[in-house]
């Protein structure tokens, strides 16, 4: 049973085995989460060349997967993965095959990046049709505006926890925060700024 949970990967040495397009949008992905990623392959996608990671044109070899915090196999051979999944497990590297949940520790949910907020949607593996369709519905909803509206919200739980001293009162102002839209936020913000708080 996979739990789900928040990962810093603020610099951290993510390898990926593969250079197809499932390899591609995994390495994409993980460029949002400011890691360091290093991608393997003897091919890759053109669209490899146009984001900021290590190309390293090579078969697999171990050696590529030292000093990894993750690692993730994506080719279209299943020894390979296999040995990828089984060199991580000896050396205690979190690993996930692209298309065998079971040599994997980890799976990635289909996700949304808005600024700090993320979400995430998984079926274990079941289908992830369906989750990359939750996902769209989702990026539909929660649009690029939520980027500022979760930054404003940040700022403001800071100075309501600066400030306001009653416990039930701080979490009457934080709930009734998110009722508000971007504007309204806005003003709040400049209030509590101010020290005004009614």
């Given at each position: 049973m996979f739990y789900p949970m928040m990962i810093n990967l603020d610099n951290k040495n993510v390898t990926i085995i593969g250079g197809g397009k499932v390899?591609?949008?995994?390495?994409?992905?993980?460029l949002e989460f400011n890691c360091n990623v290093k991608v393997v392959s003897t091919s890759f996608i053109?669209?490899?060349?146009?984001?900021?990671?290590?190309?390293?044109?090579?078969?697999?070899?171990?050696?590529?997967?030292?000093?990894?915090?993750?690692v993730i196999a994506a080719t279209?051979?299943?020894?390979?993965?296999?040995?990828?999944?089984?060199?991580?497990?000896?050396?205690?590297?979190?690993?996930?095959?692209?298309d065998d949940i079971n040599l994997s520790d980890f799976i990635v949910p289909s996700s949304i990046k808005r600024g700090d907020l993320v979400i995430s949607v998984s079926t274990m593996g079941k289908s992830p049709s369906l989750a990359s369709k939750i996902r769209k519905e989702l990026e539909i909803n929660y649009g690029i505006e939520y980027e500022e509206y979760v930054s404003i919200l940040g700022d403001i739980r800071n100075l309501v926890l600066q400030r306001c001293t009653d416990k039930d009162e701080k979490k009457r102002i934080l709930n009734e925060l998110v009722n508000l839209n971007l504007e309204e936020l806005k003003k709040r913000r400049l209030d509590y700024e101010n020290n005004s708080w009614n």
């Open positions: 390899a591609f949008r995994k390495a994409n992905k993980f053109k669209e490899f060349y146009s984001i900021d990671v290590k190309l390293i044109n090579d078969e697999y070899r171990s050696d590529y997967l030292k000093k990894s915090f993750l279209s051979s299943k020894k390979v993965n296999e040995d990828i999944s089984n060199y991580c497990s000896e050396n205690n590297i979190m690993c996930n095959i692209a």
